[in-house]
């Protein structure tokens, strides 16, 4: 019986030992791949919030392009200009009305 248990501690000690090594090169491992891993999710958050978020990227890149295009003083020069037009779009619209659209159904 002293036998086997001296066997089993052995064969414990040996196993415990293999354990360690393994750890040590499951670090090693993880050590290298935690940089392209976080880029990944990091690309995967993007798909994400694009997917949920359509409008809000399309709007982004809108505003990307008319910055891009006319700058900061262009823009503040067009809404200026759209600001000072709206009564007059209001004054337009009341003079000039659209065709009424008959909503009722007469059979």
């Known amino acids: 019986m002293k036998k086997r248990l001296a066997d089993l501690a052995c064969r414990r000690r040996v196993l ?14 993880s050590q290298r791949w935690q940089k392209p891993l976080a880029l990944v999710d990091a690309g995967v958050k993007a798909v994400r919030f694009i997917h949920n978020h359509p409008a809000w990227v399309a709007g982004g890149v809108a ?10 003083a262009g823009l503040a020069q067009e809404g200026w200009r759209l600001l000072r037009l709206y009564p007059a779009i209001f004054s337009l619209a009341t003079r000039f009305p659209g065709r009424a659209q008959n909503t009722s159904v007469d059979h």
């Open 16 to 29: 415990i030992e293999k354990i360690e090594t393994q750890r040590i090169e499951v670090a090693g491992i």
């Open 63 to 72: 505003a990307f392009l008319a910055l891009r295009r006319k700058g900061i």
